[in-house]
Structures are given as structure tokens and as C-alpha cells.
């Protein structure tokens, strides 16, 4: 039923979600494991490798640092990717995807989540949006630590190997692809009965700032934004957001070691934004002088 394709750079955590699926899945499923320490291929093309070497007809994209904690989950899933219109499930996501630089996920009031996220030690359970009631909400993106989708979708909607030449994106992108169709809706799988662990928060590198950038102009600015239907928002509040996202992503990128950080803000500068929009140019400036002293100084 379910071919569980990981991307793998730990032996001990595959060893660890290996006998952790196989105990709590509950339905017929192979694991296609790719050992990825030394080839460092990019994550687009082993996922789409293992898809092509998978046997069923769900496929199940999932990284090596989670838990399931609930068991026979492998029947909620799919009993809804059954649904002819079902797109990707995930556990975390947005309801909507601004025309701005950004990752999955763009406010707290759009985004869903339902699962259990570490942080330090501890775990936190995280609920984001979402209704008992309904065991899947519909959003636009979906986050990479876990997607599921039919094996008859994924081939029309491969991960896209010539643009995404990293480790970042890909989700986003993949889950933009199958949303922009208008034919398929994607979820966030909300139910009690698939109660999932995640180990890590990201990381917001210099490669992601990159990828990020190039999936924005070369492919997705022209279709964006793009919202789940019946989600409201007023042009006032969406510009807000715009220059809310568009200020946090200058946040991460000032913090990593992107070289062309001048013409990324040079663009935020000149985007007809609010008021507030000057405040936050003036503190990026401020940052940019601040991160570029502190590497001066190394150097």
C-alpha cells in the first residue's frame, strides 16, 4: 500500500524510524532508504528516484528525524488519498502563498499544524488552526518533514531536479505544483488517530536563502499568491503580510552568508509597502552594517 522513500544521512535514526514505522503503520508498506552521507545528491532527485523504484501506490516522502506515536495510522491516510481530488497530506502548512520570499509558512493566522514538535529536550504539542471535527484541513503548502501522495500524481508532478539543486524547497515547491492546478487540494492531516514527532525547527541557511530566491523569479512569482478557496483576506491586510513575510526573510538572510545581500535589500527598499515599511528598512540597513562589521572583523 504505502512506499516510504527516506533520505538518509544517519544510520542510527533510520534504524530507529525503520522499526518505528514498522510497528505503528499498521498496513502493507516497503521502506526505500538512500544512504545519502557520501553522494550528497540533491533531496529532489532521491525523492523522485525512489518514487520511480516504488512498488505501491501511495508514496510516503518522510525525513528520518521523526516518531510516529500512534498506531495503525497507514488506514487514515489512506482512506483520504483514496479521494480522486486528494493532493499532498503533510502535518504542517499554509492556507495560503504570498507573491514575497518566504518559506512554507507565512502568518500564524494561516498557518495549520497538529503534531509534536521538539524543542531542546522537550516536546511541545503543537495545534495550529485546525478542528477536531475535521481530520484533514485543506491548506496550499505543505512542510517537508512528512508528504504523502499518490504515486499517479508524483508522476505528473515530479520534484522539480534541474531548478532545486539542494536540500531546501523542495516541499514548497512540490506542494505549489500540485495546489496551482486547481484540480487537486492539499491537507494537513489534523486527526488524533496519526500523531506525529518531529526532532528538528529548520535551518535557514545560506543555500536556503538561495533556493529560495531563484524558485520565487524563476518560477512561482508569475502564479502567485495563491489561497485556499474561501479564505478571506482584504488587499490591505494581504499587503501587510506581504511586507511582514517579506521583512522576515531579510531577517534570515542578514543572519546567513548570502553574498548578494545588497540587491536583495535594494528590492525590499523599493517595494511600495506601508509606513511601517520604512521602520523595517532602517533596522535592515542597521542589521546589514552590524553582520557585515562582524565579519569584517573575522576576516
Not at 164 to 179: E, K, N, P, R
Not at 202 to 207: A, K, L, S
Request: aromatic share 14%; hydrophobic share 35%; with cysteine.
Amino acid at each position: 500500500m504505502f512506499s516510504i522513500i527516506i533520505c538518509s544521512i544517519s544510520p542510527e535514526r533510520l534504524s530507529q524510524l525503520k522499526a518505528n514505522i514498522q510497528k505503528t503503520i499498521g498496513v502493507e508498506h516497503e521502506i526505500i532508504a538512500f544512504d545519502n552521507r557520501e553522494k550528497r545528491y540533491p533531496i529532489a532527485r532521491v525523492y523522485n528516484e525512489g518514487a520511480r523504484q516504488a512498488r505501491y501506490p501511495y508514496l510516503f516522502f518522510v525525513h528520518e528525524d521523526v516518531l510516529f506515536h500512534s498506531e495503525n495510522w497507514g488506514e487514515v491516510i489512506a482512506g483520504k488519498l483514496k479521494e480522486p481530488d486528494c493532493g499532498v497530506i503533510g502535518f504542517v502548512g499554509s492556507k495560503m502563498k504570498l507573491k514575497v520570499y518566504s518559506g512554507w509558512m507565512q502568518s500564524g493566522e494561516d498557518r495549520c499544524g497538529f503534531l509534536y514538535q521538539r524543542v531542546g529536550k522537550n516536546a511541545e504539542f503543537c495545534a495550529f488552526n485546525v478542528l477536531l471535527e475535521h481530520p484533514f484541513e485543506e491548506v496550499i503548502t505543505v512542510d517537508g518533514l512528512g508528504m504523502f501522495v499518490r504515486k499517479q500524481l508524483w508522476e505528473k508532478y515530479p520534484f522539480d531536479e534541474k531548478m532545486l539543486t539542494g536540500f531546501h524547497c523542495y516541499d514548497l515547491d512540490f506542494s505549489l505544483q500540485i495546489a496551482a492546478t486547481k484540480q487537486y487540494k492539499n491537507y494537513i492531516c489534523t486527526s488524533p488517530k496519526v500523531l506525529i514527532e518531529h526532532f528538528s525547527l529548520g535551518n535557514f541557511d545560506c543555500q536556503w536563502v538561495e533556493n529560495t530566491i531563484r524558485m520565487h523569479k524563476q518560477k512561482w512569482n508569475a502564479f502567485l499568491p495563491l489561497k485556499v478557496p474561501g479564505y478571506k483576506i482584504s488587499k490591505s491586510q494581504e499587503k501587510k503580510l506581504t511586507e511582514r513575510c517579506f521583512s522576515n526573510f531579510m531577517r534570515h538572510m542578514l543572519k546567513s552568508d548570502y553574498p548578494h545581500k545588497l540587491t536583495v535589500m535594494k528590492e525590499f527598499m523599493l517595494c511600495p509597502f506601508s509606513w511601517k515599511h520604512f521602520g523595517h528598512c532602517w533596522a535592515h540597513l542597521f542589521r546589514y552594517i552590524k553582520y557585515n562589521h562582524r565579519t569584517l572583523q573575522k576576516q
